[in-house]
């Protein structure tokens, strides 16, 4: 699912990649011609950030440009300069390869940025939290090089840019992004939107509480925090933001699938019978008689959803975490990354943001789960990797469970699921490292006379 999504995204960036390639040259060229002036007198008080983001699937780098009041400004006519490559799972036993990496990333990123402005434009690295199964040794040594690296730019480096960064904080900061770019950043808290958004190990739910709703919060234990206070322009957030285990796309397979290692499974296609492999465990998967089936693959999702684990406090979702006490920040909700290629697979998002009902996902989910065949699952969901499509049923029916039986939902509730927001005239594909961005800049401590 989000992978079939993800390899046709990676598929399609790497044709931008190879556009933009000839582009950037020669952008490249004429800047060094020109120098930085042409970006320098567009504005004295213009504040830059630098900002990599690397999961399991990419290195990504981020340039934004914002005004004196952190309004996101173009950068040659686009809403960021932008450019990838692998991510440091290809460099596990090679940290010096993924420095290399990195600093060319970072070259062309340094190249964006006037001179006068490098000393305090900010230089961040977030990692997902993937990187961590890597083990303790080598994921240091991995932040290691980027520390040394970034240590050496021109740019503004501080130790705690560079990060492993929590599921909640990287939720917090997607759901900065997308409202930004909706226009909310700014107004009361009860008109921006929830975000519930799928990576590969957790799932992550933001949404903004009141003021009084976040002080009568119950307390957790140090580690445990649900809420934080977020700046953004002018605009103090309460956030409630939880990254959900193991409900990412491939961490909840993995869950689902320990129970029926070695025996039937009604969660994957008629026939298949193979192996799924997640952190160095083998699941052995096996199609029942019967093939896929909706409720009892439900079933099993519902036993992996722990929705009778102990809730400490009132009104648990599942797997004993904390809702956050819902309220009106909650009333709207945006399903952004897996959750969007779920619904992008089987047409019922078919554009960049569409709004459905969650019925729609249940509806899909069926029609997956039915399929008799693998060449009817291909026919049925013909952008789906073929790695993945045996197990289109249980994503489907994850998706839709998680939603409905886990969160609460009311099937009948509208949606947006989204991959892209237009702004400003241009096109923006929702990632966290926009908002992170903007709370950098919304805090004034960054500014060269507080350092
Ligand atoms: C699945 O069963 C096999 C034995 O057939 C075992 O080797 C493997 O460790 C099991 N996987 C998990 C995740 O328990
Ligand atoms: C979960 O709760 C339901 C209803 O309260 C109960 O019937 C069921 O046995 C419980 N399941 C587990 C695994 O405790
Ligand atoms: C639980 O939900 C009720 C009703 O929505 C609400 O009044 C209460 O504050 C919530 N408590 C917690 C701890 O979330
Ligand atoms: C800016 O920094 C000063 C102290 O350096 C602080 O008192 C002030 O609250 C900060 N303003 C904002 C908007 O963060």
Not at 209 to 223: C, I, R
Not at 289 to 296: A, D, F, I, L, V
Not at 300 to 317: E, M
Not at 424 to 441: C, F, H, K, R, Y
Request: hydrophobic share 40%; glycine share 8%; with cysteine.
């Amino acid at each position: 699912m989000a992978k079939a999504g993800v390899t046709r995204t990676s598929l399609l960036a790497l044709l931008l990649l190879f556009l933009l390639h000839f582009c950037v040259g020669s952008v490249t060229a004429l800047r060094q011609k020109v120098g930085n002036q042409g970006q320098e007198a567009s504005g004295g008080n213009d504040r830059y950030v630098v900002v990599f983001n690397t999961g399991t699937l990419h290195t990504d780098v981020h340039v934004f440009r914002f005004d004196e009041n952190a309004n996101l400004l173009k950068i040659d006519d686009k809403l960021e300069f932008f450019e990838q490559d692998s991510s440091f799972k290809s460099y596990a036993e090679n940290p010096e390869g993924f420095a290399n990496l990195v600093a060319t990333l970072l070259k062309k990123a340094v190249s964006v940025v006037p001179t006068s402005l490098q000393p305090e434009t900010p230089l961040i690295l977030g990692a997902e939290d993937e990187l961590l199964f890597l083990g303790e040794e080598m994921s240091e040594k991995i932040l290691q090089v980027v520390h040394d690296l970034f240590k050496k730019s021109s740019l503004l480096y501080k130790p705690e840019w560079v990060t492993v960064l929590p599921a909640a904080k990287q939720g917090a900061y997607l759901w900065g992004t997308i409202n930004y770019l909706l226009g909310n950043v700014g107004s009361d808290y009860s008109k921006t939107v929830a975000v519930l958004a799928q990576e590969s190990a957790s799932a992550q739910m933001t949404y903004a509480l009141s003021a009084k709703a976040a002080a009568n919060a119950p307390m957790f234990s140090k580690g445990e925090q649900y809420i934080a206070m977020h700046y953004l322009q002018e605009t103090n957030y309460y956030l409630y933001s939880h990254g959900y285990f193991p409900y990412g796309v491939y961490a909840l397979r993995a869950e689902v699938l320990k129970y029926t290692n070695d025996t039937y499974t009604y969660c994957v296609t008629n026939g298949y019978n193979g192996q799924f492999k997640y952190h160095g465990e083998a699941y052995n998967v096996i199609s029942a008689p019967t093939g896929s089936n909706y409720e009892k693959c439900k079933a099993n999702v519902i036993r992996a959803l722990h929705l009778n684990a102990t809730c400490r406090v009132k009104n648990c979702t599942f797997n004993g975490v904390w809702n956050g006490g819902g309220g009106a920040g909650v009333d709207k909700l945006y399903l952004a990354r897996g959750f969007y290629d779920a619904g992008s697979d089987t047409n019922i998002a078919g554009k960049p943001s569409t709004e459905l009902r969650l019925l729609d996902y249940q509806k899909a989910a069926k029609m997956v789960c039915e399929v008799k065949s693998f060449e009817e699952a291909h026919i049925l969901l013909p952008v789906v990797d073929l790695v993945e499509l045996p197990y289109s049923c249980l994503d489907f029916v994850f998706v839709y469970t998680m939603l409905v039986d886990g969160f609460g939902f009311d099937p009948k509730m509208m949606v947006t699921a989204v991959k892209e927001v237009e702004y400003a005239g241009s096109i923006m594909t929702v990632q966290w490292p926009l908002g992170a961005a903007l709370e950098l800049v919304s805090s004034n401590n960054t500014r060269k006379n507080d350092i």
